[in-house]
């Protein structure tokens, strides 16, 4: 049984966080987080997604013929997403409709595919698992921080929870309807990312 | 290195076992899906005319409340009637009804088409509740309008949208938007105006609400819809009102 390399969780929240710093998968993020509730479950379908896939490609990775290996990982995460499509559709109804669109958008999402080239096309099955879930929680975790502040300030609510008193809005407050467009998103990664580099020096280059 | 021949064999195989896989994932799922969505018509009827249900108890719900569905024809003639569960005019089940296909028939005016019409009965109170289905900005957006005994005075509304932008087109299905419609009117004395959804309505005009800021293609959409389908059943709102 390998030993848990913690390091493959770990690494992709901070210094290799597959949207601020290897910047993939930027137009879901864009695309999903005006909202809190659709961002977590994509998240969670990005996750599930990219370490099954992982797993899968790792496994065949020594049977893979290098001249098709994108075709096979195309094929393999397109086989996964629509069989997420269809139990998330046949189980929870719901969920698979606030999700409609995204989640074929998966398939197009360049972390899984990011992933499986990078790291389960030359590592074993259970590194390429954790791999797999590292990154699916690097995203979570950009996605959520971008959901919770756009659904915050650009419509007053977290979950579709009013959260801002009507108080406020008595006194003059107003909704940022900027917050829920994508170039807002687009700003608040940027933010993020100048955040993160300011603190962390090597994340800087020369 | 692999042959060509190895490769051919690896791809044959991999393609034939993802689309078996898929296959039976999908002949597997269809039936639990299908419900799914039954359910979720019926949902979508019952909050129309403001009763909410969830998925376990929507079925009984609405064989509870309604308990008359019928298919009329562009004439206005009503050529399918369920009552209580069971068949007595012809056969059409309105029900089963391909909504999208039915109204684009009408749109083309071709006599075949088949509108279903619903009918709650409430605290011994008629409701008419009438299927609409109109393009938003991304998609399709569809919904039901419920109408009260005079087949006038909207009494509650519903509506869904395939992708509309969340927070902008989107909010069509939000209670703030669909609430503006109770009360409101869609005949002029013996005119059909319909329910115009645009920019700072007045209040007061009883055929006009609000449209959503940011959201102007989806509410325009909704406007569309509105006239639209409901004026495919001008005739049969006519045959009834005499």
Not at chain 2, 166 to 194: C, H, R, V, W, Y
């Amino acid at each position: 049984m390998a030993t848990i390399n913690l390091k493959l969780i770990k690494n992709p929240f901070s210094k290799e966080n597959p949207i601020t710093v290897q910047v993939l998968g930027i137009c879901s993020a864009l695309a999903v987080t005006a909202k809190l509730q659709p961002a977590v479950v994509m998240a969670l379908s990005v996750m599930v997604v990219v370490s099954l896939a992982n797993v899968i490609i790792s496994l065949l990775r020594n049977t893979i013929p290098s001249r098709i290996r994108i075709i096979v990982q195309l094929v393999i995460v397109s086989l996964l997403v629509i069989l997420v499509d269809q139990v998330l559709k046949a189980l929870v109804y719901d969920v698979s409709k606030q999700l409609s669109v995204f989640v074929g958008l998966i398939i197009t999402n360049c972390i899984v595919m990011g992933r499986l080239e990078a790291f389960a096309m030359s590592h074993k099955p259970f590194d390429s698992f954790l791999d797999g879930i590292g990154n699916g929680l690097g995203y979570a975790a950009i996605l959520i921080t971008l959901g919770f502040i756009r659904e915050l300030f650009g419509s007053g609510t977290l979950w579709g929870f009013k959260v801002i008193p009507q108080i406020f809005y008595d006194w003059g407050y107003q909704n940022n309807s900027l917050m829920i467009m994508p170039p807002m998103a687009l700003i608040l990664v940027g933010l993020i990312i100048w955040f993160q580099r300011s603190r962390n020096k090597d994340l800087c280059e020369e | 290195m692999f042959s060509n021949r190895y490769i051919y064999i690896y791809s044959i195989i991999l393609v034939v076992c993802a689309a078996a896989i898929l296959t039976f994932a999908a002949v597997g799922l269809k039936p639990m899906q299908d419900r799914n969505v039954r359910v979720e018509k019926m949902q979508q009827l019952l909050d129309a005319v403001g009763i909410s249900s969830t998925t376990k108890d929507a079925q009984e719900k609405f064989d509870e409340y309604f308990t008359e569905q019928y298919a009329v024809n562009l004439k206005g003639e009503v050529v399918g009637k369920i009552v209580n569960g069971k068949q007595i005019l012809g056969k059409v089940n309105p029900f089963s009804l391909d909504e999208k296909k039915q109204f684009s028939l009408a749109k083309n005016k071709d006599e075949n088409a088949l509108l279903p019409i619903y009918i709650c009965t409430k605290q011994g109170k008629k409701q008419y509740v009438i299927p609409v289905r109109g393009n938003g900005l991304w998609g399709a957006i569809w919904g039901n309008i419920a109408l009260d005994e005079d087949l006038k005075t909207v009494v509650g509304v519903n509506f869904s949208h395939k992708g509309e932008t969340p927070g902008l087109g989107a909010e069509i299905t939000t209670d703030n938007f669909k609430n503006q419609f109770k009360g409101k009117t869609i005949f002029d004395g013996d005119k059909f105006t319909s329910i115009s959804v645009i920019k700072r309505a007045d209040k007061a005009n009883l055929h006009q609400v609000d449209a959503i800021s940011g959201g102007t293609m989806t509410s325009n959409g909704v406007s569309d819809m509105l006239k639209d389908c409901l004026g495919y059943y001008i005739p049969y709102f006519n045959s009834v009102k005499k």
